[in-house]
């Protein structure tokens, strides 16, 4: 049976037009999640990843709705009470959005989790490689490092000149691990190595983090 000219659902629907209010809340609050990966991982992190899966959806979906809801009451356009959530369809509705963002959230987690696992992996290599005979250069991690008189060669085009002629790959094989585990203790991305800009003379090898911003010289 249709629903009366004035009729309270009716009239939401004809003050927000299409798409009708509550899709605009839907499509917001979804909006809101993908804004905010880097504030979801925050709250993540601080929790130390130990998040019984029932209580991920407390992370951010809950303060995401509430924002959302209230960016709404402030538009002119939308409805002012929340007793139209009450009806049985809409507090249905109300749930299905949140069950929405909260696997949102989650494939957020997971992605970011199996970034952490990659990166992990990748740390291994490096180390494995660093500990075996030849030292393999951080930079380009494919060539063997050569030292002479304190120059650091690579066939990547590295040259360093350290001014230390004592300098050894063992030397450096230890100077970089320590570097790498001093890093790895607060961050757990792989920084990246380079060489600073300048001339032969001054040129240095450096760690670097984009994820933490840490930045080390090694030599």
Known sequence: MAEP???????????????????????????????????????????????????????????????????????????????????PMDLAE????????????????????????FDEKCLSVMLAEWEANSLICPV?????????????????GLYISSHSPELTEQKLRACLEVCMNEHNAHCPHTPEFSITEGTEEKSSLLLSCVACDARAVII
């Not at 709705?65 to 007793?83: R, V």
């Not at 380009?140 to 990547?156: A, D, E, W």
Request: with cysteine; aromatic share 6%.
């Open 5 to 87: 000219s004035g009729s309270p659902r009716r009239s939401l629907y004809k003050v927000m037009g299409s798409p009708p209010w509550k899709e605009a809340f839907r499509q917001g609050c979804l909006e809101r999640m993908r804004n905010s990966r880097d504030r979801l991982l925050n709250k993540y992190r601080q929790a130390g990843g130990n998040i019984p899966e029932r209580a991920q959806s407390t992370l951010l979906v809950q303060e995401l709705m509430k924002e959302e809801w209230n960016a709404l009451q402030s538009m002119e356009s939308c409805p002012e009470a929340l007793a139209q959530w009450e009806e």
């Open 140 to 156: 380009c991690t494919k060539y063997n490092l050569r030292i002479t008189s304190g120059v650091v060669m690579c066939q990547c």
């Open 94 to 117: 109300l749930e299905d959005i949140q069950q929405e963002l909260i696997e949102q959230e989650q494939s957020i987690i997971s992605e970011y989790e199996k970034s952490l696992q």
